[in-house]
């Protein structure tokens, strides 16, 4: 091979390429939408996998409630009489573990008689427990066992000393708290006027015992279902009077919103009755001039009342199972005019998990004869009061009940 041979079969030398500023951000730009395309793939991806079993959840899914939209003003503001405080925690929890849901409590001298979830009529005498009578069938402890089981609610003292009982499925009962004997005074399974007893709840009795004043806070929702009642808002519920002399009832108030606790008058003119799902107390005359009447006690309150007890003042003590806080946030007053939402709830959520939504928060209130706030007692994350459904004063003690803590609460008034 000669010289010229080599030279032509030389290849050129390329000069080594010039990384530019424009060539840099082109590749970076490239590389980032490319990125980006796989960030939005995946999340759209994602997306899918969690939306449609909801919308196929939404769609296909039957909600088990008709729910109505109800009007809730705006809560009060917890300040002033209302200012939260740490009071009910200087409450001491009696029996713990020993008993479940002690609704509401009657006391008859140092005794105190309490029913419970699981069926029972207790007496609490000398730190003990003893069981006076069972209304329903031994089984219990489930929700599908409940109507059989009984759930004992509102008790009170009779004048003789008896025990009046109201069962949310049983009816109404005296009980001898000695013998333990039930009388059924009113059975859920003879309607009144056209409509059945489904959830009878609290009562009150008068001084000589010839007038039983319940609520039947449904008669489309049992107990089991209070929830479903509440969120439904469903306005079925009544105030009825049982005479026990000529054995009739009668309806003095419907179409209210999960009637719950009553209580009369000191003259024994009127009668109050808690409307929980509208945070309210309706007065409804019994004797008087106005006797037939009705009005508005107290509206707005700042949570859903349950039980209501008279109060050595003169006044009464309200329980509230839940608090409309204000400042801050209330699932119920929330949902109170979406229906719709409140479908997409219960479509996807039962009413333990529902329940766990609500804030711990406790309140007892304190009300004049005229329904005038006195005081508030306050566990604002149920650190030691939990689930309230009443405040039963005795011997300058409050005894606190409720519908699901396994103890009950006692409270010296003079601490607070």
Known sequence: MNEMEGVRQRRPIRPPPVVTDEATEQNVKERSTYSGKVFLVTFLTLALLVLLPLLAAVFVLKCPIDPQPISLPEPPLLSGI?????????????????????????????????????????????????????????????????????????????????????????????????????????????????????????????????????????????????????????????????????????????????????????????????????????????????????????????GFPDNIRPSSSGGYWVAMSAVRQNPGFSMVDFLSQKPWLKELVFKLLGQETALKLVPKYSLVLELSESGIYLRSLHDPNGEVVTYISEAHEHDGHLYLGSFRSPFICKLNLQDV
């Open 82 to 302: 209302l200012e939260p405080n740490l009071k009910l925690r200087q409450a001491v929890r009696l029996f713990e573990g020993q008993l479940v849901g002690p609704e509401s409590i009657a006391s008859f001298g140092d005794v105190l008689y309490t029913g419970t979830a699981d069926g029972q009529i207790l007496k609490i005498e000398d730190g003990k427990i003893h069981t006076v009578a069972r209304l329903g069938r031994p089984l219990c402890g489930t929700k599908e066992l409940e109507p059989s089981c009984g759930r004992p609610l509102g008790i009170r003292i009779g004048p003789s000393g008896t025990l009046f009982v109201a069962d949310c499925y049983l009816g109404i009962f005296e009980v001898n708290p000695v013998t333990g004997d039930a009388k059924m005074l009113v059975s859920p399974s003879n309607p009144i006027q056209g409509k059945k007893l489904s959830f009878v709840n609290d009562l009150a009795v008068t001084q000589d015992g010839k007038k039983i004043y319940f609520t039947d806070s449904s008669s489309k929702w049992q107990r089991r279902d209070y929830l479903y009642l509440i969120m439904e808002g469903t306005d079925d519920g009544r105030l009825l009077e049982y005479d026990t002399v000529t054995k009739e009832v009668k309806v003095l108030l419907d179409g209210l919103r999960f009637p719950n606790g009553v209580q009369l008058s000191p003259a024994e003119d009127f009668v109050l009755v808690v409307e929980t799902t509208m945070a309210r107390i309706r007065r409804y005359y019994v004797a008087g001039l106005r006797k037939g009447g009705a009005d508005m006690f107290l509206e707005n309150m700042p």
